[in-house]
């Protein structure tokens, strides 16, 4: 399962509110989405799995929706801690990521 | 806390193979399974399989079949992945993440793979 992830790169102001597609060559249920955030020099980070369920430690500024082949990731309010790439990954069947979304500063 | 611990970076000759490790602590080990994950310079994330430290199981991606190959330590904790017949293309940083669920909740810091000649 091929996931596209758009735009490539979202660049907005602090405050805003930041919504990431991620769309899935065919469908992966309702509850095989997971959502990271990587940051420069660490590794990634889980937010969201089972496309709506925040992870352990994970704000609610973070919020994943979804089924079928289309998959959401909103951040409701920006912070300067929230500018990193995202990237989805499918496990309905053998696993896959997609190629990422940037969220810069504008 | 839960800690995945990997092995130091390698410098691998094209051709060679390269074995990384993953300590894990703070959960029981053989309770969750492992996956492999690498990410190349400046670009994105792709698995590479899966063991269950359970039993052993594996699960390979495709791409990997035949020169890859994971195995698990109990008494120690710790994952191995080791990857052989190295090109230039394998250049990258190779993650263990536990998995939950089909998703991953804790990684490794990473292990940065060089194939140089």
């Known amino acids: 399962i091929v996931l596209t992830q758009s735009p490539g790169t979202l660049s907005l102001f602090p405050g805003e509110r930041a919504t990431l597609s991620c769309r899935a060559s065919?469908?992966?249920?309702?509850?095989?989405l997971a959502w990271y955030q990587q940051k420069p020099g660490q590794a990634p980070r889980l937010l969201i799995y089972?496309?709506?369920s925040r992870a352990a430690g994970i704000p609610d500024k973070f919020s994943g929706s979804g089924s079928g082949t289309d998959f959401t990731l909103t951040i409701s309010r920006l912070e300067p801690e929230d500018f990193a790439v995202y990237y989805c990954?499918?496990?309905?069947?053998?696993?896959?990521f997609g190629g990422g979304t940037k969220v810069e500063i504008k | 806390q839960v800690q995945l611990v990997q092995s130091g970076a390698e410098v691998k000759k094209p051709g060679a193979s390269v074995k990384v490790s993953c300590k894990a602590s703070?959960?029981?080990?053989?309770?969750?399974?492992m996956s492999w994950v690498r990410q190349a310079p400046g670009q994105g994330l792709e698995w590479m399989g899966w063991?269950?430290?359970?039993?052993?199981?594996?699960n390979y991606a495709q791409k990997f079949q035949g020169r890859i190959t994971m195995t698990t330590d109990t008494p120690t904790s710790t994952a191995y992945m080791e990857l052989g017949s190295l090109t230039y293309d394998d250049m990258a940083v190779y993650y263990c993440?536990?998995?939950?669920?089909?998703?991953?909740?804790?990684w490794g810091q990473g292990t940065l793979v060089t194939v140089s000649s």
């Open positions: 993440a536990r998995e939950y669920s089909g998703s991953y909740d804790y």
């Open positions: 703070g959960y029981s080990f053989t309770t969750y399974g």
């Open positions: 063991i269950s430290a359970y039993n052993g199981n594996t």
């Open positions: 065919q469908s992966v249920g309702s509850s095989y």
């Open positions: 089972g496309a709506s």
């Open positions: 990954q499918q496990y309905s069947s053998s696993p896959t």
